[in-house]
Nanobody, 127 residues
Framework: QVQLVETGGGLVQAGGSLRLSCAASGRTFSRYTVGWFRQAPGKEREFVAAISWSGGMTFYADSVKGRFTISRDNAKNMVYLQMNSLKPEDMAVYYC????????????????????WGQGTQVTVSS
């Protein structure tokens, strides 16, 4: 019902910036909440950020707070993750995900909350 495609990953030096994009298609009702997660080799997929349907509420993991910004443009069916001051520990595959429920209906910071996932985009940070 929903298809997600992440783009914008790549190689960046520590301290640099990247902007990830997530293009969504399909039924709008499945996109109330959008989250970004990341997964490094040998580690579990972890929460990075989430945003409400209107974009009025945003949430961040402590590890990225103050450095990353999540935003969305519903008219363009796009969600973004602006990543600044990147660190080697940010290196991972980044995934966008959508939920067919509002953020306040459950635990938006867990994988199980979301219904659809993109294929992921690799972010590599060199030191």
């Amino acid at each position: 019902q929903v298809q997600l495609v992440e783009t914008g990953g790549g190689l960046v030096q520590a301290g640099g910036s990247l902007r990830l994009s997530c293009a969504a298609s399909g039924r709008t009702f499945s996109r109330y909440t959008v989250g970004w997660f990341r997964q490094a080799p040998g580690k579990e997929r972890e929460f990075v950020a989430a945003i409400s349907w209107s974009g009025g509420m945003t949430f961040y993991a402590d590890s990225v707070k103050g450095r990353f910004t999540i935003s969305r443009d519903n008219a363009k069916n796009m969600v973004y993750l602006q990543m600044n001051s990147l660190k080697p520990e940010d290196m991972a595959v980044y995934y966008c995900a959508t939920a067919s429920r509002p953020y306040y209906s459950g635990s938006y910071y867990t994988v199980a909350f979301y219904d659809y996932w993109g294929q992921g985009t690799q972010v590599t940070v060199s030191s």
